[in-house]
């Protein structure tokens, strides 16, 4: 489960929550200042914690970052190293192509279900194919090879 700490501080009381981000945090943040009757009164968050490697700042509310924390908890690595490098969210199930553990791992299985007539294989430079190939794919380094993602 995704979570973020806040600390807040109003008028002379300093308190620190978390919340569950997969549960609108505005509205459980509205929540909490309500049952501390402190609405209308000044409120100053000073510290925000999240249990993982996206910086809050980068994105425009906390729902967006609690929407980006549950695909990673749902999708994992992936979905971050993606997210990170294109900056907005994406159709991951229509983009990722799987973890390989080369590249050329991954090119030539894609050469392989073009089913190419065994006396024509010779002739193709799978150097080139391959190099050719990777510009509509972008790769990401992962523990186990790559991940694969199709632009």
């Known amino acids: 489960?995704?979570?973020?700490?806040?600390?807040?501080?109003?008028?002379?009381?300093?308190?620190e929550e978390t919340f569950d981000l997969d549960s609108g945090v505005e509205s459980a943040i509205e929540d909490f200042i309500g049952e501390r009757g402190c609405e209308g009164q000044e409120i100053i968050?000073?510290?925000?914690?999240?249990d993982g490697d996206a910086d809050v700042d980068d994105f425009s509310d906390l729902n967006e970052f609690g929407a980006y924390a549950?695909?990673?908890?749902?999708?994992?690595?992936?979905y971050a190293m993606r997210y990170r490098d294109i900056g907005v969210d994406?159709?991951?199930?229509?983009e990722f192509?799987?973890?390989?553990?080369?590249?050329?791992?991954?090119?030539?299985n894609l050469l392989d279900d073009y089913e190419i007539p065994a006396h024509l294989v010779c002739y193709i430079d799978y150097v080139k194919w391959s190099?050719?190939?990777?510009m509509d794919y972008t790769e990401y380094s992962s523990?186990?090879?790559?991940?694969?993602?199709?632009d």
Do not use: C, P
């Not at 190099?131 to 990777?134: E, G, H, K, L, T």
């Not at 523990?143 to 199709?150: C, D, L, P, Q, V």
């Open 45 to 50: 968050v000073i510290d925000i914690e999240n």
């Open 131 to 134: 190099r050719n190939i990777m």
């Open 90 to 94: 994406f159709d991951f199930n229509d």
């Open 97 to 108: 192509q799987g973890e390989w553990r080369t590249v050329d791992a991954f090119t030539q």
């Open 1 to 15: 489960m995704a979570t973020i700490t806040i600390e807040f501080i109003w008028s002379s009381t300093t308190e």
């Open 143 to 150: 523990a186990n090879g790559y991940y694969i993602f199709r």
């Open 70 to 78: 549950e695909k990673v908890e749902e999708y994992g690595e992936a």
